[in-house]
């Protein structure tokens, strides 16, 4: 037995050497081609996806509500054909006239939807793909076209922006955005409920000089915008520490009572940036107690700040508590 199998392999390496195996792998490639022409020339059923383009839309409306991106054709062809297309790397967009789909009932008129059948358009969708192609089913079966009257309206833009100084440094004026408001253009039931257009996210570390910057718009894609940047400058400054010491004013007192509170003044302190520092003055602030909010517990009553101007930062007051003692007016 192992003398015959030694004998094969001395047979075919003898073959390979005269060419035999060269001859009989070309045969092989060529009959295998043989066989792949004809079977191009045969029909074939099978699924293909093309992508889809919108155009011809209503001019007093916009289309709201996600439509089908691309359409899953189930289609007889050649083999040859299906395999052209295969092979292509991708389908030019099969155009779908919108007012020609819908009759022109969304331009014009009241109506804001209408539905078609896909697979009542398989004739005019075939010729945008070959004329050699027969479609037999169309996925989505449907498509329903939402539109909304097409409205404009100046729209106030909310800068994004997130921040951090450099010691000593706060933000001398909020954010300056120009131009400050846009005007969209877009369906009426989005843009009645949109109250901003955010820019992208800014972040800025350690300031302490004023900075300005180009920034991009977020717009829906339902939306139109001639202006799709702004300009944003943030300004800091130094900031100081401002000290006074006001009076407590004393509220809800009865008529018949003499409220006085120990001590009868309390100390502000705040931070201020330099160039508000000039119109910050004792006025600026009140601190009250509220005689209703008294406790038989606790002998005290609490100090509460409820007035300081927006400018200043880390405002504080000392004592947050006084003592009171009770008089009766004559």
Request: with cysteine; hydrophobic share 40%.
């Amino acid at each position: 037995m192992p003398g015959r199998i030694i004998e094969y392999f001395k047979t075919e390496i003898t073959a390979i050497r005269n060419g035999k195996a060269f001859v009989f792998f070309v045969c092989l490639a060529l009959a295998s081609f043989l066989w792949f022409l004809n079977a191009l020339e045969k029909h074939y059923t099978d699924h293909i996806t093309v992508p889809v383009r919108y155009v011809n839309l209503p001019k007093d409306k916009d289309l709201t509500g996600k439509l089908p991106a691309k359409l899953e054709l189930t289609v007889d062809a050649f083999g040859y054909t299906l395999l052209r297309h295969k092979l292509s790397l991708a389908f030019s967009p099969v155009l779908l006239d919108v007012n020609e789909l819908t009759n022109n009932y969304l331009e014009g008129t009241l109506m804001s939807k209408y539905t078609i059948s896909t697979n009542g358009h398989k004739e005019e969708i075939a010729k945008q793909i070959s004329n050699e192609i027969e479609i037999i089913s169309i996925r989505p079966d449907s498509i329903t076209f939402n539109a909304s009257s097409v409205i404009e309206k100046l729209v106030k833009v909310h800068p994004v922006v997130d921040f951090t100084f450099a010691k000593e440094f706060i933000l001398e004026k909020n954010p300056v955005v120009m131009p400050d408001s846009i005007l969209v253009r877009g369906p009426q039931d989005i843009l009645d409920t949109l109250k901003f257009i955010y820019t992208t996210p800014i972040q800025l570390k350690n300031l302490s000089r004023n900075v300005k910057r180009d920034v991009d718009l977020v717009i829906l894609p339902e939306l139109k915008s001639e202006i799709e940047e702004v300009n944003v400058q943030i300004d800091v400054e130094q900031y100081t520490e401002a000290k006074f010491e006001i009076p407590i004013q004393i509220i809800n007192q009865p008529d018949s009572m003499l409220i006085k509170t120990f001590p009868a003044k309390v100390k502000v302190t705040c931070r201020i940036g330099l160039s508000q520092y000039s119109k910050l003055n004792k006025g600026s602030f009140r601190a009250i107690v509220d005689y209703s909010h008294r406790s038989g517990v606790i002998s005290k009553l609490r100090v509460v700040l409820d007035k300081a101007p927006e400018t200043v930062l880390s405002v504080d007051h000392f004592p947050k508590d006084v003592d009171y003692i009770i008089e009766r007016k004559d």
